[in-house]
């Protein structure tokens, strides 16, 4: 069980915020949905909030139930779920359909991680360091960034390619999962890949990222992200993302 969890959330743009944190007394799930391309025709009636939100709602039933269920069952279960929330109105098997990256913790005597997409996990040692749990397939496209619209597309939910939430419930058995003894443990931060900018594009350790999110909140997290945009500007991509950020303390 987790002694605390704070988290916060906040859009890059005027656009609705896509990522999704929620949490129990022993869960913390962070999803990032996918914004679709301008023009792009996703096969489904509903946008990525929706498929979020949906998503976000059934992994929590699963997680609060407390069964002891494998995270990558839960999540392929989840996946089940939201995709026949669809209603049978949607082309789920189109590669552009909407989906979301995933990042979740359950702590118990042991803390268990599940990554599926960009948005990584980081765990604070209790004997000093960190262990980042991260799903690196998403960097390892052919021709390196910026990608185009057509191979991500063809490398979206593929063998090769990168796996994410969205149509295919079996994308769940390709998340980077493990476990670690609670006692090891300090704590865990869950991030959005709008927060991870900190350490693949201004140099910041994931130690010194979560000193901040445990010193001073998620928040400040965030508020650091956008400072730094605003004052160097991005890489690649949007000038902001949607970021979230979530910290669980473990007890002792």
């Not at 096969?43 to 699963?62: E, I, K, S, T």
């Not at 407390?66 to 082309?91: F, K, M, Q, R, Y």
């Not at 991500?152 to 476990?179: I, L, Q």
């Not at 350790?205 to 400040?220: E, N, T």
């Amino acid at each position: 069980m987790f002694a605390e969890v704070t988290c916060a959330t906040r859009p890059g743009s005027a656009r609705p915020n896509e990522d999704l944190v929620i949490a129990g007394p022993s869960w913390i799930v962070v999803l990032d949905g996918a914004t679709a391309a301008a023009g792009v025709d996703t096969g489904c009636v509903h946008d990525v909030a929706w498929l979020v939100g949906r998503l976000g709602g059934a992994l929590a039933a699963r997680l609060a139930a407390n069964d002891g269920a494998p995270l990558a069952e839960i999540l392929e279960s989840a996946i089940e779920a939201t995709g026949a929330a669809h209603g049978g109105s949607c082309d789920l098997a189109d590669p552009d359909s909407p989906s979301a990256t995933v990042a979740m913790v359950r702590a118990g005597e042991r803390v268990e991680y599940l990554v599926l997409g960009d948005s990584p996990v980081v765990l604070s040692l209790a004997g000093g360091g960190v262990r980042v749990v991260c799903d690196e397939r998403v960097e390892r496209l052919p021709g390196g960034r910026p990608y185009s619209l057509e191979l991500v597309r063809r490398m979206r939910n593929a063998p090769g390619g990168f796996w994410v939430a969205g149509g295919r419930p079996e994308a769940a058995r390709e998340s980077v999962t493990g476990e670690v003894d609670a006692g090891l443990v300090r704590g865990v931060g869950v991030f959005t890949d709008g927060v991870a900018r900190l350490t693949e594009w201004y140099g910041w350790s994931w130690q010194a990222v979560l000193d901040v999110l445990a010193g001073r909140g998620p928040v400040a997290v965030i508020e650091t992200v956008r400072e730094l945009e605003t004052a160097r500007g991005p890489a690649w991509g949007k000038p902001h993302d949607d970021a979230t950020a979530a910290w669980g303390r473990l007890a002792g």
